[in-house]
């Protein structure tokens, strides 16, 4: 999405003062050449990841800030302190904010996973929402276990949280707010280093302002 001329994303004034949310990815992590079912295995932050949430703090130096929360795994800590640092907030972190967790599949390659486990692999594909790798979770369980996360996050937040979490986390909250189904959950785009802005209005209505917006972005 084109950020309006003149605007920030996080202006309070665009908002109307309400409450809002900035749902962040967190940058390049982990070995960008190989696919792997990352999950919850512990990656830190590429040169590419840091300069990516580098690019994104620099976007979001204006913007008042009430709260910075992150997922308690490394990549997304470094990029919540990337964006904490020159304010004077401390980061809060939350397990429950973690990525999809994959099980046995953990750390393995897309191609591993098709030559030793061909039939989950193909399961996956054919019931994304529901199926689980052996020992793991599915989308559907990982919307059910981070929808009362990011109530909590909005019912605590005055003013403008930074949210600072993962590609499967983010697309399942947007796929509940946006009330589409989190079998479709591809069809987002969570860049790395990328941020979504939610606001939330009266009536507990929530607004998806805008979606995978990342630092430079042209057509």
């Known amino acids: 999405m084109i950020q309006s001329p003149g605007k920030k994303p996080g202006d309070q004034d665009s908002a109307g003062g309400k409450k809002r949310l900035l749902l962040i990815r967190h940058g390049r992590a982990g070995d960008p050449e190989t696919r792997r079912f990352i999950g919850q295995t512990e990656t830190r932050l590429t040169r590419q990841g840091r300069l990516q949430a580098n690019a994104l703090a620099g976007m979001l130096a204006d913007v008042s800030v009430s709260r910075i929360v992150c997922s308690d795994l490394v990549r997304s800590r470094q990029t919540a302190e990337i964006i904490a640092e020159n304010r004077s907030l401390a980061i809060e972190t939350d397990l429950w904010l973690r990525e999809i967790y ?49 109530q909590r996050i909005a019912d605590r937040t005055e003013g403008t949280a930074a949210v600072v979490s993962h590609a499967g986390v983010n697309r399942a909250i947007l796929c509940h707010w946006l009330a589409m189904p989190i079998d479709r959950l591809f069809s987002l785009a969570q860049d790395p280093g990328s941020l979504s802005v939610i606001d939330f209005e009266e009536e507990d209505r929530v607004i998806v302002r805008c979606l995978n917006l990342v630092p430079g972005f042209s057509l």
Do not use: M, N, T, Y
């Open 102 to 150: 994959l099980g046995d599949w953990e750390g393995l390659s897309f191609e591993q996973v098709k030559q030793e486990d061909p039939e989950g692999f193909s399961q996956r594909g054919q019931d994304l929402a529901g199926f689980r790798p052996p020992r793991g979770e599915s989308f559907a369980d990982l919307q059910a276990r981070i929808v009362p996360v990011f």
